[in-house]
């Protein structure tokens, strides 16, 4: 089975700090996600990669960068935490999709940031 | 525009009645798949069905299906005979042929009554 990993489950922060997610998967796969999760918002996009080294911004990559720097590996990383970061981010890895767009994602168990 | 949209943020189910939630999209693809996740309160998220869009029958997988109607766009997932464990937040999602992104409705909270 397909595993992703967060290593954090929950956190709390203070605003300001430098904050770190780690996310490991261990199927090899190309594409990594970084979602964040809010009440009536569903799951927005705050950044993707799809190779070491590469990545592209989302829909809301603003406060947040992110690294890749081995294939297994993707972290997100908040520069200077704020209130309204606090949320659950969600890491997820993806097949390279067939003709009609299929192969699932695949999401870690989350992680839930609160900053103070 | 919206690629995913869920107009229901909750809806109520009877134990052992069925439920539809409803999902419609956009895209201008013609390959392209759509999914269904359901998410407990302990946050992880379960793929449960999976529609491609040249499939020619509505998926089905256990007491899930998914009522495709692709002239509508619409891809609602039905649950038949609920239980109290389908309490959940259920997220309808889309990928299309061209990219390597997945897009996310806004979610639909279901609550099953005994």
């Known amino acids: 089975d397909v595993k992703v990993t967060q290593s954090s489950r929950y956190l709390v922060k203070r605003t300001g700090e430098k904050v770190f997610l780690e996310c490991v998967q261990d199927?090899?796969?190309?594409?990594m996600f970084w979602y964040r999760q809010d009440p009536g918002l569903g799951l927005r996009l705050i950044y993707f990669?799809?190779?070491?080294?590469?990545?592209e911004k989302g829909d809301i990559p603003e406060g947040y960068s992110v690294s890749r720097e081995k294939k297994e590996r993707f972290s997100l990383i908040l520069e200077s935490a704020s209130t309204n970061q606090t949320s659950m981010y969600l890491c997820?890895?993806?097949?390279?999709?067939?003709?009609?767009?299929?192969?699932?994602?695949?999401f870690g168990e989350g992680s839930w940031l609160t900053v103070v | 525009a919206q690629k995913i949209t869920q107009t229901q943020p909750g809806m109520f189910v009877q134990e052992k009645e069925a439920v539809t939630l409803d999902c419609t999209y956009d895209t201008s693809d013609p390959s392209y798949g759509l999914f269904w996740y359901k998410q407990p309160s302990s946050g992880e998220m379960i793929f449960l069905i999976y529609q491609g869009s040249y499939d020619q029958q509505n998926a089905t997988e256990g007491r899930y299906s998914l009522n495709f109607q692709k002239a509508r766009k619409s891809a609602n997932l039905v649950i038949s005979a609920s239980q109290l464990g389908d309490s959940a937040m259920y997220f309808c999602a889309m990928r299309e042929s061209t990219g390597n992104q997945f897009y996310f409705g806004t979610g639909t909270s279901l609550t099953v009554i005994p």
């Open positions: 997820a890895s993806i097949e390279p999709e067939d003709s009609q767009g299929g192969n699932t994602i695949y």
């Open positions: 199927m090899d796969h190309e594409n």
């Open positions: 990669s799809y190779d070491v080294k590469m990545k």
